[in-house]
């Protein structure tokens, strides 16, 4: 029997666990994927864990758990011209990836998965690609730019990062210590987080200025972006809102679409981004995988296969 990671109670992920259900089949304009990996978010936890963010994210009980997934096309449904049975793709699908199945419309967020491309970084790229480049584009950021990239190991913020760099711009990133050299490795320039990171931001850069600023990490990055000096209208945040963002633009991934996802996809089969992979775990470990995720500092993705 297909399995399907759904929880029954808010509060935990102790609440995860997997179920056995009916294979699910694909009606008019859908398509069935067979799942090979799914990429985890903290939007994931987030949803699991609060009642109130999971009503504002539309998540009732009993409900699925992951957005992002990659596979292969199992079953068309009727009136499917886009895509062909046993095709690789990739794309989102609310609260419902991490199972062997699942249904998406052909004409929802599911794109051609590219060869080159592993299955585990194809199921990791929906939410953090989608809004790594609209957070990105936002700011028509270019070579005379300094940009301030926060969390810039994590999921977001590596793209966002990298984004950034093949822009011509030079990238500074918030990072814990053990993420400092890969950043180097991207042409980022690495700082610890936490109290006086304006200061060491001004002695990472000498005489640059920052120009723009890629929040992914919460307030503290709007605050420093305030001591610095940046414009507001140069600063996007998709962690802060309100009274705390000072203005900040909240531009997210509902701002990129499927041409988007296709883009970044095959930057990452050429080679010419990379998306990493923190850890992978087995469908019957995905309460571990999230006690991995959860604390935060991770770098890039953790993933959960069916295999």
């Known amino acids: 029997m297909p399995r399907f990671v759904q929880f029954d109670e808010f509060g935990s992920r102790d609440y995860l666990h ?7 089949w694909p009606g008019p304009g859908q398509l069935l994927v067979r799942v090979m990996a799914a990429g985890l978010n903290p939007m994931d936890y987030k949803a699991y864990r ?8 539309g998540v009732t009980l009993p409900s699925g758990i992951g957005q992002d997934f990659s596979g292969f096309v199992e079953e068309l449904g009727e009136g499917v011209t886009r895509f062909e049975l046993g095709q690789a793709v990739l794309g989102t699908v609310p609260f419902a990836a ?18 080159a491309l592993t299955f585990e970084a194809a199921g990791s790229l929906g939410v953090v690609g989608r809004t790594a480049m609209a957070s990105f584009r936002s700011l028509g950021i270019g070579e005379h730019d300094t940009v301030l990239v926060s969390a810039a190991a994590g999921g977001v913020g590596v793209l966002a990062a990298q984004l950034a760099v093949r822009s011509g711009a030079t990238v500074i990133g918030t990072a814990s210590e053990e993420n400092h050299e890969f950043l180097e490795s991207l042409g ?31 307030a503290d990055t709007i605050e420093a972006a305030l001591e610095l000096g940046v414009p507001m209208d140069r600063v996007n945040s998709i962690t ?9 633009r909240n531009v997210g991934g ?4 499927n041409a988007e996802l296709s883009e970044l996809a095959e930057l990452l089969a050429e080679n010419e981004l990379v998306l990493p992979i923190d850890s992978i775990y087995p469908i019957e470990r995905t309460v571990e995988a999230f006690a991995r995720l959860e604390p935060g500092h991770v770098r890039g993705k953790v993933v959960v296969v069916t295999d």
């Open 18 to 24: 997997v179920v056995e259900r009916e294979r699910p």
């Open 188 to 218: 980022v320039i690495p700082v610890e987080y936490g109290h006086g990171l304006a200061e060491r931001i001004r002695d990472a850069l000498d005489d640059d200025r920052v120009t723009a600023v890629l929040d992914n990490h919460g």
């Open 240 to 248: 802060t809102f309100g009274p705390a963002a000072h203005g900040a």
């Open 98 to 115: 991490i199972a062997d199945f699942v249904v998406v419309p052909e004409d929802g967020q599911v794109v051609a998965k590219p060869d």
């Open 50 to 57: 609060d009642e109130a963010a999971a009503a504002r994210m």
């Open 254 to 257: 509902r701002a990129a679409g």
